[in-house]
């Protein structure tokens, strides 16, 4: 994995502005992902209006990638190829998703309802959503990674959620993956010092009922071994010296 370089001001506003162009794309990933949508379509359409809003995808081709957005349903946790299978009433949907402008990366996720979920899917959706935000509560210059960890696996299992071990957030700009590591369960006090000037992709993965994971035949999508649900929350996070800026989510 590449080191996380602090980030130049001409740096800086070609990712603040790759992060304008993904979360715009997931607003409109997200408002399309509806009954009898496949992730086929939502990958043509994530294509065409990232290159309207002059990016480029940053998944496609991506250590062999044949997509440019993971779309996750269910039991899926990441990494789910775009294929024909229609989006049905009660499906719980994880968008991830990534952009290039002028060589910056931004990475980004939500997870849906297609409907109104189920009470266990609610729990879950809120539970990492809360998650980031808490993380988002302590992320600063000097902060160690192990206290963002720490923050998040509190936050998930005050839900009764398992932290996915093995998927983890990371370091992002010059390349989709930049050190260091952040994992979604850890001890205060412990990893690599953040400074200001990184950019980092901070995202808690959880499921309903496991920590294990199994990888899938197409040897990209991974699975929650007992069949239970999943989610996803990710944001692309500027560290500062008193705090961070949200860059895309």
């Not at 990638?65 to 946790?77: L, M, Q, T």
């Not at 200001?196 to 901070?202: D, F, L, N, P």
Request: aromatic residues 6%; hydrophobic residues 35%; contains cysteine.
């Amino acid at each position: 994995m590449v080191s996380n370089r602090i980030k130049t001001p001409e740096e800086l506003e070609n990712i603040k502005k790759s992060g304008e162009i993904l979360t715009k794309l997931l607003d409109i990933l997200t408002a399309k992902a509806k009954p009898g949508i496949t992730s086929l379509e939502l990958d043509k359409i994530a294509d065409v209006e990232t290159r309207k809003l002059g990016g480029e995808p940053a998944f496609l081709g991506y250590q062999g990638f044949p997509g440019r957005v993971c779309v996750s349903v269910n039991n899926e946790i990441v990494h789910a190829i775009p294929n024909s299978r229609e989006l049905r009433e009660g499906d719980l949907v994880g968008i991830d998703y990534g952009v290039t402008y002028k060589g910056m990366i931004t990475d980004a996720a939500r997870t849906i309802s297609i409907g109104k979920p189920s009470k266990d899917a609610r729990n879950l959706i809120e539970g990492c959503y809360e998650a980031l935000q808490e993380a988002l509560g302590v992320i600063a210059e000097g902060v160690r990674v192990g206290d963002v960890s720490e923050i998040i696996e509190k936050t998930l299992r005050k839900y009764s959620l398992k932290p996915i071990y093995s998927l983890t957030g990371h370091g992002v700009g010059h390349e989709l993956h930049e050190d260091p590591v952040i994992p979604n369960y850890g001890r205060a006090g412990s990893g690599e010092v953040l400074k200001a000037g990184m950019t980092i992709a901070v995202e808690p993965i959880a499921s309903l009922g496991t920590n294990d994971l199994y990888l899938a035949e197409d040897n990209w999508t991974y699975m929650t071994r007992d069949g239970s649900l999943s989610a996803q929350f990710e944001n692309t996070i500027l560290v500062t010296k008193d705090g961070c800026e949200v860059i895309a989510s």
